[in-house]
């Protein structure tokens, strides 16, 4: 069963007078436990796409259904709520708190769900061992490398059990050796069942994935089953 | 539940003022001076306000005194050549005060003699005041020990006194002055009586001891008769090369009327009285319940004056919290971008936001209260001015200082919730 289903999606922005079709009809479904690339040249609509399935915008015309909740015509603080329940974002740049702790960071996404304190401590340092950063709890970001800091992120995403892990360009900010560990992670997590969905415009990353989708001028271009 | 969210989202805040010590420590300083300035002026205020209602109260609302005044010299050369200067009250002015002024209900007539007072090698210079046994109730004084003046002194002429603490201290430092006598010029006059310290006094008392020097206050009371029979009306002053001959009467009149509304209209009738009977403005009518109106009413231009400049105060420290929390919420856009992706409402981030401009106005404030209540008290050390500090000015103060916060951190909370989390997420 598809746990995201886009039906006909549709983005038009304005840009002062002029309209902007970022997304001009766009028809897909993923399953459960899926891994799914997003890949296209810039100007295709690729962060648009990001935005829609990350509930951060609303499309202009079409359906989407996430979890079997039709999300396109939800308010503010609804897709908040779906944000914060059914979405983990992995970010380029890794969008840590530069303020709080390692642990503090994977806990961000709990407090807005209204987790106790005690529970959502546990939940974190549970998800810290997970990626590898048993021993540096009380570490601030700026204290990390790049590579722990994604891993940080890679928890905080998981840290609220999400429908969809939303990836984007994941490794870009990263040499290739620690870029590989990230990528292996996401393997990893996808092995034990996470739907995964990265944006991404490398094939090499594209290449993990299970299914690619190339975006060309806001519309699907074709679809390409990653050979194994 | 809700307990924790408050102290995490108060943690939370206090984490990000933390980042930026020196900004939030600022902010805090413009709040403290604000509230601690609304403190200290409202003490200042307060205590001089008490002050001089104290003072004039001291002198009875229902009273009205008129007093002597030695008229303005050289008005014309004829008068110079004269010896003697008459001038002030007469017993014939307190007669017809008495008897044609129906609003009057009591009247203490009183002479003023300066002269030094012994006792044995002990000597102070003092104010010998001849009155009449109703004058501690007219002016509201208190005999601490022995008694005043009694009609039976007034009528035998008696050698008794009354003291006033000051002299005690002075003449009889270590002995009881009850049924001693001292020397005034030539005469011996008993100790009856001791008065009660005034206000006045204990105020006097803290000025001779921070500055070593010895003011007025020395009063003596004896009885009119024997002021009039004793020294006469002629005072003999002989200052540098130079002698004066005064004749006074009577040096002041205290009446008192029985009604407070009756204040106004008597000393009306009051003034036009002696003018009928005094060619000169030798004497002069002073009103405490107008004095006491006067003083309310500066009083009340004082406090707005002082109010107005607090508030302004205050008003500098709100701008200053939302200029810092609109920075602030420029320089964290991305961080409000990542906790809106994350699943942040917009009421999360405005209580974020709130929170933390009612912690730097609350600290600000309550540390404001701390250093207002500690102003007053060096004003009172140094300036010797009394200051009262009312548990509901700090109520004030700090309420005013955590509604600046809200007020002023409303907008920039506003700002940060209404950002789009797609532009805040891409800011650099």
């Known amino acids: ?228 | 539940m809700i307990g924790f969210q408050v102290k995490r989202t108060l943690l939370i805040g206090l984490k990000s003022l933390w980042l930026h010590k020196l900004r939030s420590g600022l902010t805090v300083l413009g709040m403290v001076f604000g509230v601690c300035s609304v403190v200290a002026m409202l003490a200042i205020g307060e205590g001089a306000s008490y002050e001089a209602q104290e003072q004039i109260k001291l002198l009875g609302s229902t009273n009205i005194i008129i007093r002597a005044v030695k008229p303005p010299s050289g008005e014309s050369a004829s008068e110079q050549t004269q010896r003697v200067l008459v001038y002030g009250l007469t017993y014939d002015d307190a007669e017809r005060i008495a008897t044609t002024i129906p609003s009057v209900q009591v009247m203490a007539p009183e002479r003023e003699i300066r002269k030094d007072v012994w006792r044995l090698h002990r000597r102070i210079d003092a104010t010998i005041i001849g009155t009449v046994p109703w004058f501690t109730e007219i002016s509201s004084r208190r005999v601490a020990r022995g008694r005043f003046i009694t009609s039976m002194d007034m009528h035998t002429t008696a050698n008794v006194c009354v003291l006033e603490p000051r002299l005690v201290e002075v003449l009889f430092p270590f002995n009881d002055p009850l049924e001693k006598t001292v020397k005034i010029g030539r005469e011996y006059y008993r100790v009856v009586g001791v008065m009660a310290p005034t206000g006045k006094d204990a105020q006097r008392n803290k000025d001779a001891k921070a500055g070593g020097v010895e003011k007025g206050g020395a009063e003596l009371y004896i009885p009119l008769t024997s002021a009039r029979s004793r020294f006469g009306e002629i005072t003999l002053s002989s200052g540098s090369g130079s002698m004066d001959i005064e004749e006074v009467e009577l040096h002041e009149i205290i009446v008192r009327v029985d009604d407070l509304d009756l204040v106004v209209p008597t000393s009306r009738i009051l003034r036009e009285t002696l003018k009928r009977f005094h060619k000169k403005q030798d004497y002069e009518i002073i009103v405490p319940l107008e004095q006491l109106r006067t003083a309310q009413e500066i009083q009340r231009t004082y406090n707005i004056v002082l109010g107005s400049i607090a508030a302004i105060s205050l008003l500098v420290g709100g701008i200053g919290i939302m200029n810092i929390m609109l920075a602030t919420v420029t320089e964290r856009t991305r961080e409000i971008g990542i906790r809106r992706a994350l699943g942040a409402k917009r009421w999360d981030i405005i209580v974020q936001f709130l929170s933390e401009t009612v912690l730097l106005s609350g600290v600000g404030g309550l540390s404001g209260v701390a250093v207002g209540i500690l102003i007053p008290l060096a004003v009172e050390r140094f300036a010797d001015m009394r200051t009262i500090v009312t548990w509901w000015s700090l109520l004030v103060a700090f309420g005013i200082s955590a509604l600046v916060g809200v007020v002023f951190g409303i907008y920039p909370a506003y700002r940060a919730a209404y950002m789009d989390p797609i532009e805040a997420l891409r800011h650099e």
């Open chain 1, 1 to 228: 069963m598809a746990i995201v289903e886009l039906q006909d999606v549709r983005k038009t922005y304005m840009m002062g007078h002029v309209e902007v079709h970022a997304l001009r009809g766009v028809d897909l479904a993923f399953d459960e436990g899926e891994y799914v690339a997003i890949m296209g040249p810039s100007g295709s609509g690729k962060s648009t796409m990001l935005n829609l399935l990350g509930c951060l915008d609303r499309p202009s015309a079409g359906k989407y259904i996430l979890g079997g909740e039709d999300v396109s015509r939800m308010n503010d603080d609804e897709l908040s709520g779906v944000r914060s329940r059914r979405i983990g974002f992995i970010f380029q740049s890794y969008n840590l708190i530069a303020q709080l702790s390692v642990i503090e960071n994977i806990e961000v996404p709990l407090y807005y769900q209204g987790w106790s304190e005690h529970e959502s401590y546990g939940r974190a340092t549970e998800l810290a061992a997970l990626v590898g950063l048993a021993e540096r709890f009380d570490h601030r970001p700026s204290e990390l490398s790049g590579g722990q800091q994604q891993r940080v992120a890679v928890a905080r995403a998981l840290a609220s059990d999400p429908l969809i892990l939303l990836a984007d360009e994941p490794t870009g900010n990263l040499d290739s050796k620690t870029g590989t560990e990230i990528m292996q992670l996401l393997d990893d997590l996808h092995a034990q069942g996470k739907t995964i969905i990265t944006v991404t415009h490398d094939e090499g990353i594209a290449r993990h994935s299970q299914r690619v989708i190339r975006l060309v001028d806001g519309r699907v271009d074709r679809e390409e089953v990653v050979a194994r």
